[in-house]
């Protein structure tokens, strides 16, 4: 028997014992027994749907960006929707984005009538090529969606610019990136618009939920109207005043969030440097047990960056392997490690390809999906928990190596 056929048969995969007995997920929340408490808690009080834990966890997530002013709402989908909504994008606009993100970015621009323009991508962070963009401009074009894949900040420099030149609202969609830094400054401080996920697999999570970030007034004022149905004053409003009257100017949502997701949001937020710090901690664990692996490309991060890693995707070097992805992915998974793909590009899903979409138009995305994948990243993650990810891409890697 040759040494290849050895490693194979030792693979879960075929049969072998895999490294860990339980999947050990690619994200997982970090919940503590102060965050029960404070929510407990919470059910006991007054208010249980938007009231002062909001109002509180608004102020502090406000602070923690940066920004002047931070709206709470039902998701990341519904503060990437409200951005749309607040900068007037609707039917017969174009709005630019990224084709490596996940479908809501995208969807959001559909819910509005409008149409999105995906532009490649730049090969080392995945994220929107500044350079790519201004080719895609036509005078339809009212928004930029930017998204900070993975963790890492997109190049905001360069986009602000072409913002500003050809007046378009710039919205940061930054489900990934709470805590990571672009020039020394908060992601969450620099768009018109920053949108963040509090889903579980989120940085933090108030179990769903999202937060828009802003430092313009007005738009600040349109986001918390039309979070509830569009109305001119909400009713703690009126119970203050005294008076029963309100007026509906524009149509709005219900995308308020409540008292529960607020208190849980607070207390989460309290953790946010520590939990950032763990998974940059991991990412270094990663990287030492990763060096010597040269059938991998490992994610980089730039000198005027910080990310605050949501996901660690490296990309595999198929000319030195003799699996594709999903092959290997099926080894990992085999293993009980939660390995994961982020993301197919957006315009290939079949919705978007009845819109008309052609395959192909994206090189360097295209090519990228087929060679990234998400291993395991969360703060609750333990030593040998990182220990298991690196023994079994060593070993699923050292099966298919050319
Ligand atoms: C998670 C996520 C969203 C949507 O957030 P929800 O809170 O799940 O609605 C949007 N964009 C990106 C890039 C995401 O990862």
Redesign the pocket.
């Known amino acids: 028997m040759t040494e290849e056929t050895d490693t194979k048969k030792e693979l879960a995969l075929h049969g072998g014992k895999p490294v860990r007995s339980q999947l050990l997920p690619y994200g997982r929340q970090f919940i503590t027994d102060e965050d029960i408490n404070a929510v407990c808690e919470v059910l006991r009080s007054n208010w249980l749907t938007t009231g002062p834990k909001i109002d509180e966890f608004e102020s502090l997530f406000a602070q923690a960006v940066g920004s002047k002013y931070a709206v709470a709402v039902s998701?990341?989908?519904?503060?990437?929707h409200l951005a749309l909504i607040a900068g007037d994008i609707g039917p017969g606009d174009e709005v630019i984005t990224s084709p490596i993100?996940?479908v809501?970015?995208a969807n959001c621009i559909c819910y509005q009538g409008a149409t999105p323009v995906f532009v490649d991508v730049e090969p080392d962070t995945l994220n929107i090529d500044p350079a790519k963009i201004e080719e895609a401009i036509t005078p339809r074009t009212r928004a930029i969606i930017a998204?900070?894949?993975a963790g890492h900040p997109c190049d905001l420099e360069p986009i602000m610019a072409l913002c500003k030149k050809h007046s378009l609202l710039l919205i940061q969609?930054s489900?990934?990136a709470l805590g990571a830094h672009y020039q020394g400054k908060p992601v969450g401080s620099l768009a018109d618009v920053t949108?963040f996920?509090?889903?579980p697999?989120?940085h933090i999570t108030t179990g769903?939920?999202?937060m828009a970030t802003t430092n313009n007034e007005e738009l600040a004022q349109r986001l918390k109207r039309f979070r509830n149905h569009g109305l001119t004053s909400d009713h703690r409003q009126r119970q203050k005043s005294g008076a029963w009257h309100y007026d509906m100017e524009e149509l709005g949502y219900n995308y308020r969030l409540t008292e529960l997701n607020g208190t849980l949001g607070i207390s989460q937020l309290e953790k946010l440097p520590k939990l950032v710090a763990r998974r940059q901690e991991i990412v270094a664990q990663y990287e030492s047990a990763f060096s010597k692996i040269t059938e991998i490309d490992l994610p980089i991060c730039r000198t005027d960056c910080n990310s605050s890693w949501?996901l660690y995707v490296p990309q595999l070097n198929l000319d030195q392997l003799t699996a594709d992805r999903d092959l290997i992915f099926q080894a990992m998974r085999a293993e009980n490690i939660g390995a994961n793909v982020?993301y197919a590009p957006v315009p290939w899903f079949s919705y978007y390809q009845k819109r008309g979409y052609q395959k192909g138009n994206w090189p360097v995305a295209e090519t990228a999906f087929q060679r990234i994948l998400s291993l395991p990243l969360w703060p609750g993650m333990n030593t040998d928990d990182v220990q298991d990810v690196a023994r079994a891409l060593e070993k699923v890697i050292s099966a298919f190596k050319k």
């Open positions: 998701s990341g989908t519904a503060a990437l993100t996940f809501a970015t998204v900070d894949y969609d489900a990934h949108a996920s509090l889903h697999v989120k769903e939920g999202g949501h982020h």
